[in-house]
């Protein structure tokens, strides 16, 4: 029972366009989410993150758009950059406070330069 | 300043072994989390070790253990290996209660458990 959600395995775009990558959850419960950078041979590691009370965060390149009504957020990188290659995942839990985080199974991203 | 430190960084183990996976978390963080992940799937939560004990748990077999030491460090032990159980065992350290400018999780960069 996959709770989180990202239908595209692989995503190429060329650098300085534009990147988005989608991600959907099934659990209304869920009010904080996340956005990991996964580099082969590597950790993932915290890209940005949004909480349910709002509905957009940005940091830098980075934007993490919230549709709460439709069970859906959407990362969006601009302009995209060759050291963007790497492996996305989405993340959600029931609040912030060490809770367990439920993961999508990743979006391959390729930045042509 | 230290991050999420595994060790192993490889294993190969045998069908129907038994397997300890070392985890030392960052600095300052006293919560670690173990997730599974499998080839071409997300990270699977197994269970999170708060205080030396278990305070949350996934969808895993009682094969499936661990340890939280004094130090914060951690443990999983995994008994009577499955061919399935072959992933990358990544574990992630966090605080309960973050604060401020903390978000998620710092993971490690994994063990990779190939059984045979």
């Known amino acids: 029972d996959q709770q989180v959600k990202q239908n595209s395995p692989s995503l190429s775009v060329q650098e300085g366009r534009i990147s988005i990558l989608n991600c959907d959850y099934t659990?209304?419960?869920?009010?904080?989410f996340l956005w990991y950078k996964k580099y082969p041979a590597e950790g993932p590691t915290f890209l940005i993150s949004?909480?349910?009370?709002?509905d957009k965060n940005e940091d830098g390149r980075f934007t993490v758009f919230l549709n709460k009504s439709a069970k859906h957020l959407s990362l969006h990188i601009v302009p995209s950059q060759p050291g963007d290659s790497a492996v996305y995942f989405c993340?959600?839990?029931?609040?912030?406070?060490?809770?367990?985080?439920?993961f999508g199974t990743g979006t391959s991203l390729t930045v042509i330069p | 300043d230290a991050g999420v430190t595994q060790s192993p960084t490889h294993l190969i183990k045998t069908r129907g072994q038994q397997v300890t996976l070392r985890c030392s978390p960052k600095?300052?963080?006293?919560?670690v989390s173990w997730y599974q992940q499998a080839l071409g799937q997300g990270p699977q939560f197994i269970f999170q070790?708060?205080?030396?004990?278990?305070?949350q748990r996934g969808n895993f077999p009682d094969r499936f253990s661990g340890h939280q030491f004094p130090n914060y460090s951690s443990e999983l032990n995994v008994n009577a290996l499955l061919l399935g159980d072959s992933a990358l065992y990544l574990c992630?350290?966090?605080?309960?209660?973050?604060?401020?400018?903390?978000?998620?999780?710092?993971f490690g960069s994994g063990t990779r458990l190939t059984v045979v």
């Open positions: 993340a959600a839990s029931e609040g912030n406070t060490g809770n367990q985080f439920y």
């Open positions: 992630a350290s966090s605080l309960v209660i973050p604060s401020g400018g903390e978000d998620g999780y710092t």
């Open positions: 070790y708060y205080e030396e004990e278990e305070r």
């Open positions: 949004i909480s349910s009370i709002k």
């Open positions: 600095s300052g963080h006293d919560t």
């Open positions: 659990n209304s419960m869920f009010d904080y």
